[in-house]
């Protein structure tokens, strides 16, 4: 059993978070090759930026000036305020010692100390689809009491490989069932003439896609949290591409697509929420965003080689839409959930 101390990731101590930072790249570049690679900027950002939504807490299971092990919990006070999230990582040669052991209890008790009943985590998963996932704390999770809550597949589209005339052949198909409508791009706070339908879908989301049996229970998403949402991607570097439909008769928003762009990395973006209002499914609209969106980025961001999107394994409507438009299965992700208490 190797001696060690939890402690806040304390801004301030340059010593502790380069120890830190270092302790996640090696998490991930032992556990996860083949995925969508770590950067430092995201966690960096996050130590001293509020989140405007809840509390992520920082810690680190330290030994001797070393970070060891690593926790990342999330505390939502806009909504889903009965949920708590967390991601914990050991070094490889400093497994089996308990370590990870402690930081998840810590994690257990810090949520039930801010009255949480329920904990999840997603963890990438070894599958044949990423031969070079290594990481599996699956069991680890299952011997702790968390239960496979929601099965998800990871997909990449790699640019440079889509066949441009595929996707034009498919740009108009999709347009004749897409006749009434019209979209509308933009990067920033949404303009003013969608940004409450916008808020609308972007509450969907959270019981619109499936869920499996993991405990994640309505948004409250408004106008002013899009507005507050930019505010925080322009502090933290972050670009997210958006393209909205809309029903021209009604001027209701039909859906809506989004990919961000971080700072520091113009080969990998990620494929945000996508989604159609319920009203205006069967006209192919999923489509039309998805390809619009694809190539507002390539334009905008020309050296960008990959997306990354995930999607539950039982949303065959979306990942039929993401493969049609040039996606390959790339990795397996589960969420791991526990009740407290």
């Known amino acids: 059993m190797t001696h060690f101390d939890i402690v806040p990731v304390d801004p301030s101590d340059h010593v502790l978070v380069q120890s830190w930072l270092d302790a996640q790249e090696q998490v991930d570049a032992h556990d996860f090759q083949g995925l969508r690679p770590w950067l430092p900027l995201g966690p960096l950002v996050g130590l001293v930026l509020p989140d405007p939504d809840g509390r992520r807490e920082k810690w680190a299971a330290v030994c001797d000036g070393e970070?060891?092990?690593y926790l990342g919990l999330s505390l939502s006070d806009r909504d889903n305020t009965h949920l708590a999230g967390f991601e914990i990582?050991?070094?490889?040669?400093?497994r089996r010692r308990g370590i990870g052991s402690a930081l998840l209890r810590h994690a257990e008790e810090r949520a039930a100390e801010d009255g949480r009943s329920t904990i999840s985590t997603w963890v990438a998963v070894p599958h044949e689809s990423s031969p070079d996932v290594r990481g599996d704390g699956g069991p680890f999770l299952v011997d702790n009491g968390y239960k496979r809550s929601l099965e998800a597949a990871v997909r990449v589209c790699e640019l440079a490989a889509v066949d441009d005339e595929e996707i034009d052949r498919l740009w108009d198909a999709s347009w004749e069932k897409a006749d009434g409508f019209e979209l509308v791009s933009f990067h920033g706070?949404?303009?003013?003439?969608?940004?409450?339908?916008l808020a609308y879908l972007q509450a969907r989301m959270y019981t619109d896609m499936p869920l499996g049996d993991w405990d994640l229970q309505e948004g409250r998403i408004t106008a002013d949290t899009l507005r507050l949402w930019e505010r925080q991607r322009l502090q933290k570097g972050q670009v997210n591409l958006q393209t909205a439909v809309v029903h021209k008769e009604s001027g209701e928003v039909?859906?809506?697509?989004?990919?961000?762009?971080v700072g520091g990395d113009e080969r990998h973006c990620m494929q945000g929420n996508t989604i159609v209002d319920p009203r205006f499914r069967g006209h192919r609209l999923g489509t039309v965003l998805k390809i619009a969106n694809q190539r507002r980025l390539q334009?905008?961001?020309p050296w960008m080689r990959y997306v990354w999107t995930g999607n539950a394994e039982s949303n065959s409507q979306m990942i039929s839409i993401n493969e049609s438009v040039g996606y390959r299965l790339a990795g397996h992700e589960t969420v791991f959930q526990k009740k407290l208490g």
């Open 67 to 69: 970070v060891l092990g």
């Open 89 to 94: 990582g050991v070094l490889p040669q400093s």
């Open 189 to 197: 706070v949404p303009p003013e003439r969608v940004i409450e339908g």
């Open 254 to 261: 039909a859906g809506l697509t989004e990919i961000q762009l």
């Open 299 to 301: 334009s905008m961001r």
